[in-house]
């Protein structure tokens, strides 16, 4: 089966442009859920879909949103990029909702640079 | 508010040596707690978990944690770490619908 699969793997933008990161989830899985994870911060959720609706945000700004299709592939967007977004987005899959008790499947990452 | 602290954020050890790396939790309401590890350039995989039960937890490569809920620690183990063990590890808490991430704890294995 294969794993969690994010594109692309590797992005370079300027301040102020906007970026699209995409996800496709473990087959069968239905909920998709994001993480910024920096030095600093470490991981830090964004938010989490399931069956094409969000159901939990973290404390992010507007700029940061996302969605998923009927497919569960997700896809996140940061609009006005800030120097401060630079990190790897990490995007994780369930079989259902983000219950602890399901365990998270994770990809590869997307790296984001903003100059 | 839930949170997650990793105590060490850098742990050097010898190869062969014994390792801990130290997590604690804050909750008033019960929680399952994770360790993750990290690759250099590669997601987050699934160490061992606790959901109830038993208190120490058998997980992949050796690794082992124990569950302390009256100091609120979830503590990982190896009694014997390898070079490939180097890598960043992440202790994680859930409840609800929501998981709460420790900042890592790098691990070197120094042969």
């Known amino acids: 089966k294969a794993g969690v699969t994010q594109t692309p793997r590797y992005l370079i933008k300027t301040r102020g442009q906007q970026v699209t990161l995409s996800c496709s989830p473990i087959?069968?899985?239905?909920?998709v859920s994001w993480y910024q994870q920096t030095p600093g911060q470490g991981l830090q959720f964004l938010f989490e879909?399931?069956?094409?609706?969000?159901?939990n945000k973290g404390n992010f700004p507007g700029r940061f949103s996302g969605r998923q299709f009927s497919n569960s592939r997700s896809e996140m967007n940061v609009s006005t990029l800030e120097l401060g977004d630079s990190a790897l987005y990490l995007c994780?899959?369930?079989?259902?909702?983000?219950?602890?008790?399901?365990?998270?499947?994770f990809g590869p990452g997307t790296r984001l640079t903003v100059l | 508010a839930q949170s997650v602290t990793q105590l060490d954020s850098q742990v050097p050890v010898f190869e062969e040596a014994p390792v801990e790396l130290r997590c604690n939790y804050s909750?008033?309401?019960?929680?399952?707690l994770f360790w993750y590890v990290q690759y250099p350039n590669q997601g987050l995989q699934l160490l061992l978990k606790?959901?109830?039960?038993?208190?120490l937890v058998k997980g992949i490569n050796g690794f082992e944690a124990e569950f302390n809920k009256s100091q609120t620690s979830f503590h990982l183990r190896k009694p014997s770490v390898h070079i490939s063990d180097t890598a960043e590890y992440f202790c994680?808490?859930?409840?609800?619908?929501?998981?709460?991430f420790g900042t890592g704890t790098s691990l070197t294995v120094i042969p």
């Open positions: 994780a899959s369930s079989w259902s909702a983000v219950e602890a008790y399901n365990e998270q499947f």
């Open positions: 087959s069968g899985h239905r909920s």
């Open positions: 879909y399931f069956s094409e609706t969000q159901r």
């Open positions: 909750s008033s309401v019960s929680v399952y």
């Open positions: 606790y959901l109830s039960g038993s208190t």
């Open positions: 994680a808490a859930g409840t609800g619908n929501q998981f709460y």
